[in-house]
C-alpha cells in the first residue's frame, strides 16, 4: 500500500517556530511536496524536494531525507494567517501526487 | 485569487439532476486535473488530462463525466450523483509532468447532492 504519515494537529504562539514531519511509504517516489489550504480555500503550493537536504523560501524551509522516507515542513516566525492545513504530498510518477492526511496548524496569540 | 477559475463556486443538486462544473486556467499548463476533497480529508485524485487526452482515470464512477475541449477548459459532467458524492471539487493544472512542476489549484466547487 502507500502512504503518508504526518500529525493531525499541531498547535503554537505567535512567534515561534513548528516542525510538521511526514512520512511516506509509496511505490514510486519523485519528491516531497507542501501544501497550505485555509478553510475554504484552495490547496497552495509551499515548497518541493526532489533530493535530499533543506530547501529555504522565507520564513518557510522544507527538509528531506529519502533514505529515511522522511521530510519536515519548518515554519519559523509564526504568524495567526499561518493558521491553516498543511498536506505533504508525493509524486509517485507520472502525473500522480498522493497527499497525506493534513496537519491542522493553529496559531495562538 | 487563483490563476485557476472555477465555477460555479456552490452547486446544489438532486440525484436526478445533470449538471457541469466548470474549469479554465491561462497559464499555459498543459496538465489538468480533478480531484475531489471531503470535509478534513486530503484531495483525491480523480482524472488526468495531458495535451487534451484523459491520461488517468482512477476508477471514478461513470456518473462522472470529464472533458477536456481545449488546453484551458476542464468541465466535469455530473450525472445521477448519489449523496456521498457531496464534497469540494477541485481543479488543478500543472505545467507538465517534470515532477518539480507543482499543482495549481482552483478554489473548487463546493457540490452538494440532495
Known amino acids: 500500500g502507500q502512504s503518508l504519515e504526518q500529525p493531525s494537529e499541531v498547535t503554537a504562539v505567535e512567534g515561534a517556530i513548528v516542525q510538521i514531519n511526514c512520512t511516506y511509504q509509496t511505490s514510486g517516489f519523485y519528491g516531497l511536496s507542501w501544501y497550505q489550504q485555509h478553510d475554504g480555500g484552495a490547496p497552495t503550493f509551499l515548497s518541493y524536494?526532489?533530493?535530499?537536504g533543506l530547501e529555504e523560501t522565507g520564513r518557510f524551509s522544507s527538509f528531506l531525507s529519502r533514505s529515511d522516507s522522511y521530510g519536515y515542513l519548518l515554519l519559523q516566525e509564526l504568524q495567526m494567517k499561518d493558521s491553516a492545513s498543511y498536506f505533504c504530498a508525493v509524486r509517485t510518477g507520472g502525473f500522480k501526487t498522493i497527499f497525506g492526511a493534513g496537519t491542522r496548524l493553529f496559531v495562538k496569540a | 485569487d487563483t490563476e485557476v477559475t472555477q465555477t460555479p463556486k456552490h452547486l446544489v443538486m438532486g440525484m436526478t439532476n445533470k449538471k457541469s462544473l466548470k474549469c479554465e486556467q491561462h497559464m499555459g499548463h498543459r496538465a489538468m486535473y480533478w480531484y475531489k476533497q471531503k470535509a478534513k480529508k486530503p484531495p483525491e485524485l480523480m482524472f488526468v488530462y495531458s495535451y487534451e487526452k484523459l491520461s488517468i482515470n482512477e476508477s471514478v464512477p461513470s456518473r462522472f463525466s470529464p472533458e477536456c475541449p481545449n488546453s484551458s477548459l476542464l468541465n466535469l459532467h455530473l450525472h445521477a450523483l448519489q449523496p456521498e458524492d457531496s464534497a469540494l471539487y477541485l481543479c488543478?493544472?500543472?505545467?507538465?509532468?517534470?515532477?518539480?512542476?507543482?499543482?495549481?489549484f482552483g478554489n473548487g466547487t463546493r457540490l452538494t447532492v440532495t
Open positions: 524536494n526532489g533530493l535530499d
Open positions: 488543478a493544472s500543472s505545467q507538465d509532468r517534470a515532477e518539480n512542476s507543482p499543482l495549481h
